[in-house]
Every structure is written in structure tokens, then in C-alpha cells.
């Protein structure tokens, strides 16, 4: 199993939850988002922001695949 196989294994059997991603510790600030787990090829940020701020939806998850070098947005969807 490739590395984009193994993170959509991962990321099709476990939906990051809103409750779980907030009770982890912030790895890292960006402009919007929090990067709350990084592992080697992946990773997840949660945004802090809202559809009041122009995101698509509130409580916002983007999942990055680390490809050639570049952080490629694998996912994006709202945790419940």
C-alpha cells in the first residue's frame, strides 16, 4: 500500500470528529487553521473560523497529503 492508499485508508475509516480534534493540543497556528496531528505524510488542521467568515461550512477540517515536497489538500469536510 502506497502513502495517498494508506492516508485514505485512514482518512475513510476515521472521520475526524469535532470533539476529538478540539480536546488535542494545537501543534501549530496558521492564518485560519489549527494544525491539531501531523504524521509524516499528513496532516490535519482545523479551522477557527466560520461560514460568517466565507468558509464553506463551520467546524471545517483540511486534510493534507505531503506530495513531491507540497502540501496537497487531500480532504476537505465539515467534522460533526
Known sequence: M???QQLS????????KLDYLEGLPTL???Q????????????VWLSRCGIED???YDNKVTIKHL???HWINYAI???A
Open 67 to 69: 506530495s513531491n515536497g
Open 32 to 43: 485560519a487553521d489549527n494544525l491539531k496531528i501531523e504524521h509524516g505524510i499528513y496532516q
Open 77 to 79: 469536510y465539515p467534522a
Open 54 to 56: 466565507g468558509e464553506p
Open 2 to 4: 502506497n502513502e495517498a
Open 28 to 30: 501549530c497556528t496558521g
Open 9 to 16: 485508508h485512514i482518512v475513510n475509516i476515521i472521520p475526524f
